[in-house]
């Protein structure tokens, strides 16, 4: 087998798109492709370019299996030796082992092979660690890898075990008589199927003469699996000598290896097997990572949805309550019916002096004017109206998101609590009705620059327009009843009457419309704002748009490759 330049490149491509495939979201799916995720690209780093990189390296043979299996034990009767230590505690084997030739060591030594392993000689190695076994009686061209436990009780010993059969050229799996049909070696085995990977089977520990019974039963399971090409090793159970399996039992698996190491074309035919089987196997692995990365993506379009909904239905109760006339009452009320009630408001249109002379009390008092008091109270009043409705969007997205997929996760790790506005909300919206009355003043100002308005303007006062302006824009008068539709409705028609002498009716239905959508738009702006916290906690944890087409490209580009081979 060849390896064209390209398909080391194609691999590696393949790999990183898989690496950074995002994951984020806590959907049905997302933690198993996470785990295949992971499985290719350590399937890549630790088996396939270092493989595509040496063909002619030694075969790696696995020996992996089911807790209490005796894999331990098979490992040193092979090699004749103890070079790795089997017992009775569970989990036993915490860190592989792996025995080789001398004159191979150096193609272990390095980072070829499961480079994420630290090598230890001449002793045990601890987790995380490859203990490296040099014999002069192990023929050069095979390596056998101990490995931990594919059920253990430990996460980690099955994952690494999961790992390192993904990094051999040969499975040597190895179940018993009584554990054969459990469903784990089943799951072990039906994943070799699907990747073509080189398989040998040991039963060990068959009862003295039951093997005629079981092992025939158990190559049938092997057949209907799609495993007929499987060698099978049958071991009986009869006392060790001196630690090792009596010789008889061990010859026939010993010498089918050694025969693949004397072999190189043999030898050759087993890594080309499992070569191809695990390049052939990618397409479709990716194509179930690319599928949870579609779903990801939905979810994540769920959770952006049900934040942009409850902010719309926010900005229209903001919009409803400015329309409805709602916030003229109480406090804003009260000022309104001050500002003009009195008569002193109209008397002072047609004197500067009453408007000088209310200047200077306000200032000898030290009690606000008129004017300043119902800013004042129409400035609170929509805040209270900002706020409130951003509470209402805040706590509805949160309702929503702890019923869709990825939500609830997202909302514990925030750093802060979400079903209310943020802490620098009240300060910002403040802020913005402050400059939305400095806008509708600039507003009064620029429309009576003119030579037939200035005098009455000035006659009047700037705040004093700009306040009725701003009583315009809330002055619909759908949230008031009774009296108060006659004071607040009849006294803001007087003053907007009186506008439209200063101005015209077209000056003031444009003041009052700009002033509104200012308005607006500042409210849409601090809601965008706050939307925004819930946004971005879906841009770090969800995928791009981009994301799974990316990833079924890097697997048809790698196909492409493989078929040049």
């Not at 004159?103 to 030594?109: G, K, L, R």
């Not at 001449?122 to 931990?148: F, I, K, N």
């Not at 390192?164 to 072990?188: C, I, M, Q, S």
């Not at 040998?200 to 049938?220: H, K, M, N, S, T």
């Amino acid at each position: 087998m060849t390896v064209p330049a390209r398909l080391p490149e194609a691999l590696t491509a393949l790999r990183d798109t898989v690496a950074a495939a995002p994951l984020g979201l806590a959907t049905p799916g997302s933690e198993a492709a996470r785990r295949a995720a992971r499985g290719v690209v350590e399937q890549v780093d630790d088996y396939l370019l270092p493989r595509l990189r040496d063909l002619d390296a030694p075969l790696l043979t696995v020996v992996g299996g089911s807790t209490g299996a005796g894999k331990s034990t098979l490992v040193n009767s092979l090699v004749g030796a103890t070079v790795t230590t089997p017992g009775v505690l569970r989990p036993t084997t915490r860190a592989p082992v792996l025995v080789c030739a001398r004159t191979d060591v150096a193609a272990f030594e390095g980072d070829r092979v499961l480079p994420g392993l630290a090598r230890v000689t001449g002793g045990g190695g601890g987790p995380g660690t490859l203990q490296l076994v040099p014999r002069d009686d192990v023929p050069p061209g095979l390596a056998l890898l101990d490995a931990p436990d594919v059920d253990s009780v430990v996460e980690s010993n099955r994952e690494l075990a999961a790992q390192l059969l993904a990094a051999a050229d040969l499975w040597v799996f190895v179940t018993t008589a009584a554990r054969y049909a459990d469903a784990v070696p089943w799951d072990v085995l039906r994943t070799a199927q699907e990747r073509g990977t080189a398989l040998a089977v040991v039963l060990d520990r068959v009862p003295l003469g039951a093997a005629d019974e079981i092992a025939p039963d158990l190559a049938g399971m092997l057949d209907r699996a799609g495993l007929a090409g499987v060698r099978l090793f049958v071991v009986e159970e009869r006392p060790l000598v001196d630690g090792f399996l009596p010789e008889d039992q061990v010859a026939p698996l010993r010498g089918w290896l050694h025969a693949l190491a004397a072999d190189q074309e043999q030898r050759a035919a087993v890594v080309r097997q499992t070569l191809t089987g695990a390049l052939a196997s990618l397409e479709d692995r990716v194509a179930g990572i690319a599928a949870e990365v579609e779903q990801q993506g939905q979810a994540a379009g769920a959770l952006r949805e049900a934040a942009a909904a409850a902010y719309t239905a926010a900005y229209e109760g903001i919009d409803e309550g400015v329309r409805s006339g709602s916030l003229l009452r109480g406090e804003v009320l009260a000022r309104w019916q001050e500002f003009v009630g009195t008569g002193e408001w109209m008397r002072s249109l047609q004197s500067s002096i009453g408007r000088l002379r209310d200047r200077v009390t306000a200032a000898l008092t030290g009690r606000p004017s008129p004017t300043d008091e119902l800013q004042g109270a129409l400035e609170t009043s929509v805040e209270t109206l900002l706020r409130a409705e951003a509470d209402r969007a805040a706590e509805r997205t949160v309702t929503a998101w702890r019923a869709l997929p990825g939500g609830p996760p997202l909302l514990s790790a925030a750093d802060e609590e979400l079903d209310r506005v943020s802490p620098d909300f009240p300060e910002a919206a403040a802020a913005q009705v402050r400059d939305w009355q400095g806008y509708v003043l600039d507003l009064v100002r620029e429309e009576g620059a003119g030579k037939r308005t200035r005098a009455r303007v000035l006659s009047w006062g700037v705040n004093g327009a700009g306040a009725v302006v701003m009583m315009a824009v809330f002055a619909q008068t759908g949230g008031l009843t009774g009296g108060e539709v006659a004071v607040a409705g009849g006294t803001t028609a007087l003053g907007q009457r009186v506008l439209e002498a200063v101005f015209g009716d077209a000056a003031v239905r444009s003041l009052a419309t700009r002033a509104r959508e200012d308005l607006q738009a500042r409210a849409d702006a601090l809601l965008r704002y706050e939307q925004g916290r819930f946004d971005a906690l879906v841009d770090v944890a969800g995928p791009g748009p981009d994301a799974a087409a990316e990833l079924r490209a890097a697997a048809s580009a790698l196909t492409a490759a493989r078929d040049r081979a």
